[in-house]
């Protein structure tokens, strides 16, 4: 059947910038090794998500209702779709006292957040540095090779895409996280991994709404539990962690 709003699917895609041909993002690993974009640590696959869930840009997740799993398509998007226009408004100068105060020395090309937003540094000069918060897409035309590579099957199997996607933890073992339905109420228990062991900028409650929300507006559910349990641990068992 023909992918529709709603649906759960999972998408492969490689981002690059018209101009110069630049990869700036992607869910393969061997084209993020040769565009020298790799980033450690960050698992290369298909990104699960609800279609017209503003998951992506809406004009990917736009493209792709009415294609089947394993079509391809290649999907222009202009600024106005993307990352908007750049704006010079946003560019910024700041007193060097004030990354003094942080102990932080600023050189062209870094990128740096200051009150809550990310910032590239464009000039030092001075006593001043000049600051530019415009997306480093924006005013970009870009393209998008993009695959549906899975259309997601079962209420278990959309739930815990929803876990991958909001929680997007590598060392994550999703076949440990069981799943569990009530009349309208599911029931969710992560592993351990996940529930403990967090990236160090990640809002957990934030992630558990997120996953929360996309369930109620896709599924017939009204209420999603997680449940966490604590277990005591007997010596044997605390040796065996050590080890």
């Known amino acids: 059947m023909p992918i529709e709003n709603g649906d759960f699917v999972k998408i492969n895609f490689t981002g690059k910038i018209d101009e110069t041909g630049d990869v700036f993002d992607t869910t393969y690993k061997d084209v993020a090794e040769e565009a020298g974009i790799l980033v450690e640590n960050k698992e290369y696959a298909p990104i699960p998500i609800v ?13 792709i209702v009415g294609l089947k799993e394993g079509d391809e398509k290649e999907v222009k998007v202009t600024p106005e779709k993307g990352f908007g226009e750049r704006n010079s408004n946003l560019i910024q100068l700041v007193p060097m006292k004030e ?8 050189v062209p090309g870094m990128r740096i957040t200051s009150e809550g937003q990310n910032a590239k540094v464009l000039t030092v000069s001075g006593g001043r540095v000049k600051l530019d918060f415009n997306h480093e897409l924006a005013g970009k035309n870009l393209t998008y090779d993009v695959k549906v590579a899975e259309i997601v099957e079962g209420d278990n199997e959309k739930v815990k895409s929803m876990i991958q996607l909001h929680y997007a933890y590598p060392n994550m073992d999703i076949d440990k996280t069981e799943v569990d339905f009530e009349d309208d109420t599911v029931k969710i228990k992560l592993d351990e991994i996940t529930r403990f062991d967090q990236k160090p900028y990640m809002d957990v409650t934030l992630a558990r709404f997120r996953i929360a929300k996309d ?22 068992d605390e040796q065996a962690d050590e080890d």
């Open 51 to 63: 279609v017209g869930g503003n998951h992506l840009l809406p004009a990917i997740e736009e493209a």
């Open 99 to 106: 990354f003094k105060k942080q102990g932080i020395k600023p």
């Open 215 to 236: 369930i109620w507006e896709n599924m017939d559910v009204e209420k999603v539990q997680f449940v966490d349990t604590f277990e005591k641990k007997t010596g044997e």
